[in-house]
């Protein structure tokens, strides 16, 4: 256990669904980063951020995503209308801003839409 | 999109043999670092190693990276069925200030009893 923690960690949804998830950080890290890992790939980065501000988007992340961090603690990610290509697991890691530049994962959420 | 490919995509080894796999990557790095994910799970750091250093170790880890040939290796000495999971290298690009992490394919290892 990491210290990351990540609700739910399965989703089953119906194409056009909202969806909504959320990532604990380690409470003394104030980096929060977004992945999304497809089957048999590596993650790839979605967004990331610097206390409550979000400073990185991926070109992945299209419109209908969205991510907070309200007062720099717990993030939510959002994705509205889902579509079958959306099915994923979606990681979530924190670091703590000074180095080592270590990230520590959540265990994910793996989302299915049907 | 991935950063780099990973070499081989799966090993199948023996309980006490060593396993290796490898890294490329195509631009500059900061540092380069390994993790490990057990089969849908979440990743676990392994060892993190600059781009000014050339080995390191930890436990029975060894890492070496090669700048000049963008490559990396990750060795696993005397391995155990624990060590059965996917193994990623992740680049940390120059210039980049947010640390994002651009993982490699993977490889899939097998350690048998």
């Known amino acids: 256990d990491t210290g990351v923690s990540q609700d739910p960690r399965h989703k089953i949804t119906k194409r056009g669904q909202n969806v909504t998830f959320r990532c604990d950080p380690i409470?003394?890290?104030?980096?929060l980063y977004w992945y999304r890992q497809t089957l048999g790939q590596g993650p790839e980065f979605l967004t990331y951020f610097q206390n409550e501000a979000q400073l990185e988007k991926s070109r992945l992340l299209s419109d209908r995503f969205s991510a907070e961090r309200p007062k720099g603690s717990f993030s939510t990610l959002e994705i509205q209308r889902t579509e079958q290509g959306d099915s994923a697991m979606y990681l979530c890691a924190s670091r703590q801003g000074q180095a080592p530049d270590i990230q520590y994962f959540g265990a994910g959420t793996r989302l299915s839409v049907l | 999109s991935q950063q780099g490919e990973e070499d081989p995509q799966a090993l199948s080894i023996q309980e006490g043999e060593n396993a290796t796999m490898n890294c490329s990557y195509k631009?500059?790095?900061?540092?380069l670092q390994w993790y490990r994910q057990n089969s849908g799970r979440g990743l676990v750091h392994l060892i993190l190693i600059r781009s000014n250093e050339r080995e390191k170790h930890s436990g029975r880890l060894r890492v070496t990276l090669d700048t000049s040939k963008k490559s990396s290796s990750l060795l696993i000495t005397a391995s155990r069925a624990a060590d059965t999971a996917s193994y990623f290298c992740a680049t940390v690009l120059m210039n980049t200030g947010f640390q994002k992490l651009v993982f490699g394919t993977g490889t899939r290892l097998l350690v048998s009893p």
């Open positions: 631009t500059s790095i900061n540092n």
């Open positions: 409470s003394e890290h104030n980096r």
